[in-house]
């Protein structure tokens, strides 16, 4: 399956953005979908994941309340919306579909499959 993410921009912070990862391929509902984001001179980490059907998400502490994940199998898309964005939410944006070895949502470790990413980028 391939991947690509957009939706990335500049917004002020307390304002929303809408990502979208769309993915090639018939067989996308047989992955689970996880969003990950890089800051500069930092690691990658996990934000979102949405398991295969769209019953199941996952988010992290730091976006609980503020994101809500949701897929569209029909049009093999997966979008995070971003409501209430801080400064510490910029990043690169990045979105994934589950490996073969798949343990958890929230490591990138159970991910082969990544988009190239999408920028964002939250202004005080």
């Known amino acids: 399956v391939q991947l690509q993410a957009s939706g990335g921009g500049l917004v002020q912070a307390g304002g929303s953005l809408r990502l979208s990862c769309a993915a090639s391929g018939r067989t996308f509902s047989r992955y689970a979908i996880g969003w990950f984001r890089q800051a500069p001179g930092k690691e990658r980490s996990f934000v979102a994941a949405?398991?295969?059907?769209?019953?199941?998400?996952y988010y992290a502490d730091s976006v609980k309340g503020r994101f809500t994940i949701s897929r569209d199998n029909a049009k093999n898309t997966v979008s995070l919306q971003m409501n209430s964005l801080k400064p510490e939410d910029t990043a690169v944006y990045y979105c994934?579909?589950?490996?073969?070895?798949?343990?958890?949502?929230?490591?990138?470790?159970?991910?082969?499959?990544w988009g190239q990413g999408t920028l964002v980028t939250v202004s005080s």
């Open positions: 949405i398991n295969r059907v769209g019953g199941s998400t």
């Open positions: 994934a579909a589950e490996g073969i070895v798949f343990t958890t949502f929230y490591s990138d470790s159970s991910y082969d499959y």
